[in-house]
């Protein structure tokens, strides 16, 4: 099974009935496999707090909602995570790619690789990096703290664990 099969195997496992999701070269396969899935809705947004808004809509209406996004989206949504999914206790599992870090040839990514993980920590929600295929559980185990908690979690692919797979 390649990583992104794996990825969205992991994602039904954890329950997600409803992403958002912008593009990201890293995470065309996922979005494209969502997209055909048939018991998971999506919806592309424009920005990143947009889906933080819909998510947050669509925890209210019941469903398990993912936003997945680059981890440079990450400070256009901290507004509408404080706002919205802080204030009013709801999960949302934000699955990041982790631009910016291992392997970055675009100099403008590597300043939010830096800060995205340490925006998570001063925002106080957990964050998790998946290096390599066998860390996947990591995301049903984020989905269940996220609803736990009654807050965001925000899961890091590193670029590492596409490499690892030939993608």
Known sequence: MNVDDAIVEALEEAGITFACWLPCSLLDGIIRRLEEHPEIRTVRVSREEEGVGICA????AGEKPALIMQNSG????????CSLTLTYRLPLLMLMSHRGYLFEDIPAQVGMGK???KILENLNLHAFT??????LDVIPGAWKLAETAGEPVGVFLSPRLWRQTGR
Do not use: H, K, T
């Not at 809509?57 to 209210?60: I, N, P, R, V, Y």
């Not at 998946?130 to 860390?135: D, Q, Y």
């Open 57 to 60: 809509g669509a925890a209210l």
């Open 130 to 135: 998946i290096e390599r295929p066998e860390e």
């Open 74 to 81: 990450l400070g256009n949504s901290v507004n509408a995570l």
């Open 115 to 117: 800060a995205a993980p």
